[in-house]
């Protein structure tokens, strides 16, 4: 498959944008030539196109596949595996958000809240340490509770709250 070089730029930055995020770049590239396509595309194809091998793409769809950000379709006539991306924008952005808080925050909370406890008999921590501590846990048990209180709203309501961000900011004393 040609790319136009428009879509060759868009996934070449967002494989570069996926190595700063922690995701491997091919996995990236891969993600958003799948987005941006309008069918089903077998791995082979797909490697052809990005010019990598067919391993490292087979190892990158089961990654996306993980993710909840690819899956497997079948064309009629044809009996490889065929892949497609979420299209939705809105559901993309949850779908990664609520893995990157089930594969990082989450832990991170269970060893936080561990430490929290550890540290009410732990003679040797200060108390200043521990108060910084706890402020960690603290703003981490917020964020993940205010996650918990939007990330079912319907795409329409969540894109409303967000344009009302800046009156939201203003109206609670912000500039």
């Known amino acids: 498959m040609t790319l136009a070089p428009t879509i060759q730029k868009y996934i070449l930055h967002w494989g570069e944008m996926g190595t700063r995020w922690g995701v491997n770049r091919t996995v990236a590239?891969?993600?958003a030539l799948l987005f941006l396509v309008n069918r089903?595309?077998?791995a082979e194809e797909i490697a052809d196109t990005l010019g990598v091998a067919r391993s490292n793409v087979s190892n990158s769809l089961?990654?996306?596949q993980g993710w909840g950000l690819v899956r497997i379709s079948h064309v009629a006539g044809d009996r490889?595996?065929?892949f497609v991306a979420l299209q939705d924008v809105w559901e993309i952005f949850r779908v990664?958000?609520?893995e990157r808080k089930k594969r990082?925050?989450?832990p991170t909370?269970?060893?936080?809240?561990e430490c929290a406890a550890e540290a009410e008999n732990d003679p040797a921590l200060e108390q200043a340490t521990k108060a910084k501590m706890d402020q960690v846990l603290d703003f981490l048990e917020m964020l993940t509770a205010t996650y918990?209180?939007?990330k079912h709203l319907p795409p329409a309501t969540m894109q409303r709250f967000l344009k009302m961000g800046g009156k939201v900011a203003r109206l609670l004393g912000g500039e």
Do not use: M, N, S, T
């Open 29 to 31: 590239q891969i993600h």
């Open 40 to 42: 089903p595309l077998p």
């Open 62 to 64: 089961k990654e996306l």
């Open 80 to 82: 490889r595996d065929h």
């Open 96 to 98: 990664i958000v609520e």
């Open 104 to 106: 990082e925050i989450d």
């Open 109 to 113: 909370l269970a060893v936080l809240r």
């Open 148 to 150: 918990g209180d939007y």
